[in-house]
């Protein structure tokens, strides 16, 4: 017996929790003394109320649809990556070793090039935390946790000793060469003869992430690997008995976990920055993990879950441009957006399901 | 004895009209009970029949929607376990609820404790201990950790701790389920030996046998309803068993004679030593031919699940082989690459594990995603690159119909069926791919009878088609009914093999219990020196 409907699990319940936490925002942004309604217009016309406002928000978006499939494939195999920040970081060196080792003619050409050195470095980067899980049984979360720390160190000195032009102060890399730079969504408007977005960073990679949406639905549910990923996820027991291995599965399952964090840095690297420097990924991977949870783990919720925080960056930020609102207000924000969608997802749920069940025996 | 409760006037327990509803479920409708003082009364019913609920209620864990509880002719209400404790009521849960590395005397004050400091509770309660073992044959080293006690032991101690909170009334919850013939003939005559002193028993329990042997009043349930309570001596097990089902039902298994062929299973000198270096095989030989079931008896935890495991290709990781296993004629791999469990089905070994909820399915899955598990990688289900889910679903459909699967819906979770229906979809699984062999652990482990009677001429049936069955079971009477040949695990052999027709249950408990009846005759089986196995098996002391 259901508890209640869907429609009510998937969409009331994060419906109510974003409620909650917006509710909540209200009260800490009057407790500063600013008017939240105000705060929600600057962060609403900033955020969707132009095409420029678009052109940030879908880039935002666009970064955290990756690092939220990368946390739901492995939790779907029943391992919690919090690598995303480190594979991402990762990935964009792949990329930019693989832009800048050839003379590209086109950009069309590079990119399915630079996106599999992405993918590779990611899921290199995921590999071996997973192999530890599988053999060895160290915590995948805390192997994960630590390995951010180390691409941070590794890409520092990767960028200052060597990626670094002679010359330059900056630790970055070259800039790509004009062949590489992707077309930006505003551009390809223009193309069409609209006029959309100009000079935001919002670009193809945006399209790029759907079909990774797409995909990653495909594998989860309609082939043999997702099959086994998520049974394993479910029963390790089970698994064993059915024939299936729990080393071979933890290990693919994160590859393509980091694979798929990886795959951000053709966005931030190739798409916007266009060269490679120090701190790229932002924090995006650890929004990707709230991003997987709201999204309950379906590449549909999470990206629409991508979208909403792709909201929130892009608001946050023209919040803190237009108004007295401390930028930390904006982490505040987010931060509740998490808690409540997240972490505290069974306060909302269990007085609905126990609603739906009261409905229905009135019904009855 | 009835008799001795119109002796102390008021009942110990007065149900009247409880009713309780989870959801849309009536788990209980309108319940009345009656059991008098120092009686033992039997509460029977299937699976999901509302015997848990209804003592839920009377431990405190549910309230219920509507009616009245009367202790002593009282009306009190019972809010949660404490209120309960209080008015007299202790529940011995079929899950012992014990601190392992605790002593017993620890354990039987836990929860009980009074005033800041252990010391006095402590010797308080040796005493009461003390005086409770002498009273009622109750003995258990109170110094002993509860992780070194036999399984029997530990029953006592669940015992012990409700008679020190004063329980007047003692609530049993499948008591026999983890016990030798012999602890459970001990714990019998505990308890009739708390009825003597004026305790009142409420045993819940499936077997009927039980029922027959040691309660002087039975109440069976049936879809959360109180359908008939009578006295035992006034009723019989055909009875029971009907008005548990609400049909006729076959409690024996009709069988033809079997006509065995040639060996499908052989398996020669197998050992295996676990990751913690714990010899749980130590040379297991055994034969199965075609058209034959072989049933494993033996109290849980003496190698069956290994022997299973290994047999279905996945021992437990860190885990040493050795010996031999021939599948028709050829050998089969131990452990390593090619001795997994896709290996094994490819190679005609159907399985249905002991544990549907944790190894058979997976819960969360649908009922049709279940019925591929293990046989994901069949031709048959595939569509290119894809799995080809349209034509699991409708390998799903016939199976749900074959089988009589309720309800009929695909598309529920499996955790959403009763245990029966459960168990149909893994027995649906692994039978109707007719593997040359089958094994199949707990078969009808919490299932409900109507299900039972289903599974077992399932098995039957596949063994008449000339395939060979291993049965593992710690129910002997499952065993006894089921099998052509009988053969006793005891700590990792086989103590001795049997022709099911002769077998008899007092010959297998021997076996059960490590003694070899053919090498111990009866009169030389009483000295301490006869038998080691005695002392290992725990409960007859």
């Known amino acids: ?364 | 004895m009835p008799a001795a409760g119109a002796l102390h006037g008021a009942p110990a327990i007065e149900l009247r009209g409880i009713s309780k509803a989870f959801g849309p479920v009536q788990a209980n409708k309108d319940i009345d009970l009656v059991v008098p003082r120092g009686t033992i009364h039997g509460i029977i019913g299937e699976n999901g029949a509302g015997k848990s609920t209804l003592m839920s209620i009377l431990y405190g864990f549910y309230r219920p929607d509507a009616g009245e509880i009367l202790i002593g002719g009282k009306p009190i209400a019972i809010a949660d376990s404490q209120a309960a404790i209080r008015a007299g009521i202790g529940m011995v849960f079929q899950h012992f609820k014990l601190v392992q590395n605790f002593t017993v005397l620890e354990n039987v004050i836990l929860g009980a404790e009074d005033g800041g400091l252990l010391r006095p509770s402590l010797s308080r309660a040796r005493g009461a201990l003390k005086r409770l073992a002498s009273e009622y044959g109750l003995q258990v080293d109170p110094d002993a950790l509860v992780e070194e006690l036999s399984v029997g032991h530990q029953q006592r101690v669940e015992i012990l701790k409700a008679l020190y909170r004063q329980a007047d009334i003692l609530i049993l919850d499948e008591p026999t389920g983890v016990l030798t013939p012999a602890e459970a003939d001990h714990l019998f005559r505990i308890l009739r030996g708390l009825r003597d002193e004026g305790k009142t028993i409420i045993l819940i329990t499936h077997k009927l046998r039980e029922i027959m042997e040691i309660t002087d009043n039975v109440s069976v349930m049936r879809r959360g309803e109180m359908v008939a309570s009578v006295k035992t001596a006034e009723t019989g097990p055909a009875q029971l068993a009907e008005l548990m089902v609400g049909r006729k039902v076959l409690l024996r298994v009709e069988k033809p004679p079997a006509r065995p062929g040639a060996p499908v299973l052989e398996v020669r000198g197998l050992r295996m030593v676990d990751a913690d270096g714990v010899e749980r095989l130590r040379g297991i030989d055994l034969e199965i031919r075609a058209g034959e079931i072989l049933g494993i008896a033996g109290v849980a935890g003496n190698g069956q699940t290994q022997l299973l495991e290994v047999l279905g290709g996945f021992p437990e990781a860190g885990a040493k082989l050795q010996g031999e296993i021939r599948l028709n004629g050829k050998p089969l791999p131990l452990g390593g690459a090619g001795a997994d469990g896709r290996a094994r089905r490819q190679a005609g070994v159907g399985h249905v594990p002991e544990d549907r909820q944790a190894e058979g399915l997976i819960m969360d899955f649908t009922a049709w995603e279940n019925v591929a598990f293990g046989y994901h990688h069949a031709p048959e289900f595939q569509n290119g690159m894809l799995m080809d889910n349209a034509a699991i679903r409708a390998d799903a459909m016939g199976k749900i119909q074959h089988f009589d699967i309720r309800p009929p819906n695909p598309d529920l979770a499996a955790r959403n069926f009763s245990g029966g229906n459960q168990q149909k979809i893994v027995v649906a699984r692994e039978v109707e791919r007719n593997p040359d062999l089958l094994l199949i652990g707990q078969p009808t482990r919490g299932v409900d009878i109507g299900a039972i009677e289903f599974i077992h001429k399932r098995i039957v049936a596949l063994r008449d088609a000339g395939k060979a069955v291993l049965l593992v079971s710690v129910e002997l009477d499952e065993i006894m009914a089921l099998s052509d040949r009988i053969a006793v695990m005891f700590d990792g052999r086989i103590m001795g093999e049997r022709l099911a027709d002769e077998a008899t249950t007092g010959d297998l408990g021997c076996l059960m219990a490590g003694v070899d009846p053919a090498l111990t005759p009866p009169e030389a089986a009483i000295p301490p020196a006869a038998a080691p196995g005695t002392d290992a098996g725990g409960g007859a002391g």
């Open chain 1, 1 to 364: 017996m259901e508890r209640m409907p869907k429609w009510a699990d998937v969409i009331l319940t994060p419906l109510i929790s974003l409620a909650l936490a917006f509710g909540i925002s209200a009260l800490v942004i009057l407790a500063i003394g600013e008017s939240p309604v105000e705060a929600l217009k600057v962060m609403v016309q900033g955020a969707l109320g132009s095409s420029y406002g678009w052109g940030f928000t879908l880039y935002y978006t666009t970064n955290f649809v990756f690092t939220g499939l990368a946390v739901m494939v492995a939790y779907h195999a029943g391992l919690f990556n919090i690598g995303g920040e480190g594979q991402a970081a990762l990935g964009g060196l792949g990329v930019a070793l693989v832009v800048l080792a050839l003379p590209w003619p086109h950009w069309a050409l590079a990119l399915p090039a630079a996106a599999m050195g992405a993918a590779l470095f990611g899921a290199l980067w995921a590999l071996v935390p997973a192999w530890l899980q599988a053999r060895r049984g160290s915590h995948i979360v805390i192997t994960t946790i630590m390995f951010n720390f180390i691409a941070a160190a590794l890409l520092n000195y990767v960028l200052v000793n060597l990626l670094r032009p002679v010359g330059s102060m900056d630790p970055a890399s070259a800039r790509f060469p004009a062949a590489v730079h992707l077309p930006k969504l505003s551009d390809m408007a223009l193309g069409l003869g609209i006029e959309w977005g100009r000079n935001t960073p919002a670009n193809v990679t945006f399209f790029v992430a759907v079909a990774a949406c797409v995909l990653v639905w495909l594998l989860i549910w309609h082939t043999r690997l997702g099959y086994e990923i998520r049974a394993f996820g479910k029963s390790e027991p089970a698994a064993l008995y059915a024939g299936i291995s729990p080393v071979r599965i933890t290990v693919l399952a994160m590859l393509i976990s980091g694979a798929l964090a990886g795959l951000m840095a053709i966005n931030n690297v190739m798409g916007e920055a266009e060269r490679l420097m120090l701190n790229a990924v932002e924090g995006a991977g650890f929004i990707g993990i709230a991003v997987a949870l709201m999204g309950r783990n379906h590449p549909l919720g999470v990206l629409l879950a991508a979208l909403l925080f792709g909201f929130l960056y892009q608001g946050g930020g023209e919040l803190a441009l237009w108004t007295s609102i401390p930028r930390e207000l904006i982490v505040v924000i987010q931060a509740l957006v998490i808690l409540f969608t997240g972490a505290l997802d069974n306060m909302v749920r269990m007085p609905l399901e126990r609603l739906f069940t009261a409905l229905r025996r009135k019904g009855a």
